[in-house]
């Protein structure tokens, strides 16, 4: 293995997310992709997008950093999830703040005109390397590293209300991981 990447880097930062169910293997109740970006082209900041039962199934996106966020639907949402790069969507402006640590609980809060989500991951388990190469996974030409935490326990709340479900373990190559992670040290690369 060389001692560099050859590819173009794109984005390093986190991309901590839950993904809540009623059942293991039933369908989504909510998704949550949470960003902290340190360096893009697009500058850094924090996004929040949000698909729930307390949101009325509505995609919501908050964020302090609204060209990033843009930069990051057309970037790298719409390959993840196109729900969340509809360019269309208002972009609530709020502020982020974190709290907690990595080995027993962490919350990620943000606060938008009236209201406040906060999102906690708990019972981690053992942390590992998520490491795709560019270009590996059919239709993304982009590669990804990151120090995944899966969470065996994990809440989503909008103003107090706690959305529905719960995570279920995931399996991840030869790692089992969750639908719910902190995706530290997370950098997106591409030819």
């Not at 059942?23 to 992709?33: F, I, M």
């Not at 729900?83 to 943000?110: C, H, Q």
């Not at 999102?119 to 490491?131: E, G, H, I, K, V």
């Amino acid at each position: 293995m060389p001692d560099t990447d050859p590819n173009e880097i794109r984005l390093t930062g986190e991309n901590s997310f839950i993904r809540l169910h009623a059942e293991e293997g039933g369908p989504q109740l909510t998704r949550v992709s949470h960003w902290r970006i340190l360096y893009s082209p697009a500058g850094e900041g924090h996004v929040l997008f949000i698909q729930s039962d307390i949101t009325g199934d509505d995609v919501r996106i908050f964020s302090d950093n609204p060209a990033m966020t843009r930069w990051l639907q057309g970037e790298i949402e719409s390959l993840l999830y196109p729900a969340f790069a509809d360019e269309s969507l208002p972009i609530v402006p709020a502020t982020f703040s974190r709290s907690g640590d990595s080995r027993s609980w962490w919350t990620e809060s943000v606060d938008a005109n009236g209201a406040r989500i906060e999102l906690n991951w708990s019972d981690f388990a053992q942390p590992f390397m998520l490491t795709l190469a560019a270009g590996s996974v059919p239709n993304r030409p982009h590669g990804v590293y990151s120090c995944f935490i899966p969470a065996r326990a994990a809440r989503i709340t909008l103003n107090g209300r706690a959305a529905a479900g719960r995570p279920f373990p995931q399996q991840r190559g030869d790692k089992v991981s969750s639908t719910a992670c902190l995706a530290l040290s997370e950098t997106w690369t591409r030819p």
